[in-house]
């Protein structure tokens, strides 16, 4: 009885010192995770007839006023959803691209926030509930800012090495099984188990296509003309979508080159105020 009393005068000592240890702290929460800082892509659609010869080149003058480079690059790219458009529904997109001057594919995959009313902060709030913040370092977030829109955007892209030449793609059956292999978990368990898995799996391919891009410097900026030749909505043939665009982290050089160029393209009678989303109309048409 004395040996019980002698331990358990022991354990409230402990308990005492214990307490003693923490009354002085405070228990702290966990703080939840930092939206994303996003980059910046400004994007501007131009008249196909006010920029391109008659055989589909770039002109020299819009060559030499937006400082791009003469010989364009070759990509060919393709998507994949279902025949329903389920991923996309979803603000999912799932692209596999091939540039004619590199030895790998690039797998992207890609979720889409709209900008309501030009509320930034609300569309990070609501991908941080989703999954999507400051600590998530494998996906890239980005503002795609429009003549009137803004979207915002996380990026996953997976490099695989090819001896393929120029944009020559695997088959729609091995694009397919390569995007599966890498698709990441965010997408995977989208909704519910296996989701995305299984929605990637029922998916046919959207294209392909081969686009052109001319690179070039502009206000010490790099800036890019992409031409995109796109089935048009008849499906009787072929319809250039131009885009002009370039890239910042910093959101004000974004507003201020944004406005400098919007400004040269309707100068020039090369702008075409519209929004533009290429991937929808790809998805679309095909």
């Known amino acids: 009885m004395k040996k019980w009393k002698q331990m358990t005068m022991a354990a409230v000592l402990s308990f005492t010192a214990l307490g003693s240890v923490f ?9 939840a995770a930092a939206n994303a800082v996003p980059s910046y892509e400004v994007k501007f659609i131009a008249k196909p007839e006010a920029v391109l010869t008659s055989n589909g ?7 030499q006023k937006l400082g791009l480079n003469s010989s364009p690059q070759a990509i060919g790219v393709a998507y994949y959803d279902t025949d329903q458009l389920e991923l996309n529904e979803q603000g999912w997109d799932v692209r596999f691209r091939k540039k004619e001057d590199k030895n790998n594919y690039e797998l992207t995959y890609k979720k889409r926030y709209p900008i309501i009313n030009g509320d930034i902060d609300a569309a990070l709030s ?23 829109k803004q979207t915002l955007s996380f990026s996953n892209t997976k490099k695989v090495n090819t001896n393929a030449a120029g944009t020559q793609m695997p088959s729609e059956q091995e694009s397919l099984a390569l995007l599966l292999d890498k698709l990441p978990g965010k997408l995977e368990k989208w909704s519910s188990k296996e989701w995305g898995k299984q929605k990637l799996s029922q998916s046919r391919i959207y294209g392909p296509l081969t686009f052109y891009r001319y690179e070039g410097n502009w206000e010490d900026q790099e800036l890019t003309l992409e031409v995109w030749p796109i089935r048009n909505s008849e499906g009787t043939g072929i ?48």
């Open 23 to 31: 009354a002085g702290s405070e228990i702290q929460p966990v703080a």
């Open 126 to 148: 609501l991908a941080n509930k989703e999954g999507f913040d400051a600590s998530d370092d494998n996906y890239e977030a980005e503002i795609d800012w429009g003549y009137g």
């Open 57 to 63: 080149h770039v002109q020299e003058d819009v060559i």
């Open 239 to 286: 319809e250039n979508l131009i885009e002009i665009s370039f890239k910042t982290d910093d959101r004000e050089t974004a507003t201020r080159l944004r406005s400098k160029l919007m400004d040269t393209l309707t100068a020039n009678n090369w702008l075409l105020p519209v929004d533009g989303l290429k991937t929808q109309l790809i998805l679309e048409r095909y």
